[in-house]
């Protein structure tokens, strides 16, 4: 299988100055609303988007900074290849969804499909899940930034999703169950629903052992992945892995 580590791509984005001239991009779209008056005034568009939606965990993020991490490369791939219908499985509070209706916005192009089953650390195989999208409006929430017409929340499983609707993508990311056969099932029945030259993603590609009682097994699928596709890249040491649809 042919492949290159993330730094790879990386480095050769910062030597064009890509993520400078994307988090320019976002600062220079910020929307005022009258909800979050006093975030607006003290952050700017990308630290609001961390703050917001919680791009804290996982996503290499510098709130600091307004770096949103892992959120340019949604955020760039959506830009450039100009997605009809993405599919995001799994986000504690929309970080990644958030992203990735941004970009369609800025497009004006292109529409979200987030799912998440809106689990809690009750419920088994939470990975990670409080419940946030059972508490809260969905919708409200994704409103803040005028997102709410380019993304779509369902709160239920990727199973029954899978099950109710039966919609094509050119891009998805999986960031669900974490355990292999909950990784498994989203990789074979979205699979087949992704378009040629399509992009599919992956988090958590490297984290091993148990999440309470439930063991990690995106891993295990990525590694599988490996032998199965011609295209990949991934940055192991944070977790995080594309494979391109070329057959």
Same mark, same amino acid.
């Given at each position: 299988?042919?492949?290159?580590?993330?730094?790879?791509?990386?480095?050769?984005?910062?030597?064009?100055?890509?993520?400078?001239?994307?988090?320019?991009?976002?600062?220079?779209?910020?929307?005022?609303?009258?909800?979050?008056?006093?975030?607006?005034?003290?952050?700017?568009?990308?630290?609001?988007?961390?703050?917001?939606?919680?791009?804290?965990?996982?996503?290499?993020?510098?709130?600091?900074?307004?770096?949103?991490g892992f959120g340019f490369l949604h955020y760039a791939f959506i830009i450039a290849s100009r997605p009809e219908r993405i599919l995001c499985i799994g986000s504690e509070?929309?970080?990644?969804?958030?992203?990735?209706?941004?970009?369609? *916005?800025?497009? $004006?192009?292109?529409?979200?499909?987030? =799912?998440?089953?809106?689990?809690?650390?009750? /419920? &088994?195989? #939470?990975?990670?899940?409080?419940?946030?999208?059972?508490?809260?409006?969905?919708?409200?929430?994704?409103?803040?930034?005028?997102?709410?017409?380019?993304?779509?929340?369902?709160?239920?499983?990727?199973?029954?999703?899978?099950?109710?609707?039966?919609?094509?993508?050119?891009?998805?990311?999986?960031?669900?169950?974490?355990?292999?056969?909950?990784?498994?099932?989203?990789?074979?029945?979205?699979?087949?629903?992704?378009?040629?030259?399509?992009?599919?993603?992956?988090?958590?590609?490297?984290? *091993?052992?148990? $999440?309470?009682?439930?063991?990690?097994? =995106?891993?295990?699928?990525?590694?599988?992945? /490996? &032998?199965? #596709?011609?295209?990949?890249?991934?940055?192991?040491?944070?977790?995080?892995?594309?494979?391109?649809?070329?057959?």
């Amino acid at each position: 299988m042919q492949k290159k580590s993330f730094y790879f791509y990386e480095r050769w984005l910062n030597s064009l100055g890509l993520f400078d001239i994307l988090k320019k991009i976002i600062d220079a779209k910020w929307i005022k609303h009258s909800h979050y008056k006093s975030d607006l005034y003290k952050y700017s568009t990308s630290q609001f988007l961390i703050r917001h939606f919680f791009g804290y965990n996982g996503h290499q993020v510098n709130h600091n900074t307004g770096n949103l991490g892992f959120g340019f490369l949604h955020y760039a791939f959506i830009i450039a290849s100009r997605p009809e219908r993405i599919l995001c499985i799994g986000s504690e509070q929309g970080f990644i969804p958030a992203i990735c209706a941004l970009a369609c *916005k800025d497009n $004006n192009k292109g529409h979200v499909d987030f =799912v998440d089953a809106g689990k809690t650390s009750k /419920n &088994k195989n #939470h990975w990670g899940g409080t419940g946030f999208w059972k508490k809260n409006n969905p919708q409200l929430h994704f409103s803040v930034l005028e997102l709410e017409n380019w993304i779509t929340p369902y709160i239920m499983t990727s199973k029954q999703f899978a099950k109710k609707y039966q919609y094509k993508y050119e891009y998805i990311f999986i960031d669900g169950d974490h355990s292999y056969p909950g990784v498994k099932f989203d990789y074979e029945t979205f699979w087949p629903r992704l378009a040629t030259d399509g992009m599919m993603g992956f988090h958590d590609i490297s984290l *091993k052992g148990l $999440n309470g009682q439930d063991e990690y097994g =995106v891993w295990k699928m990525w590694k599988e992945l /490996n &032998k199965k #596709h011609k295209l990949s890249f991934e940055y192991l040491d944070n977790s995080v892995g594309f494979i391109q649809k070329n057959e």
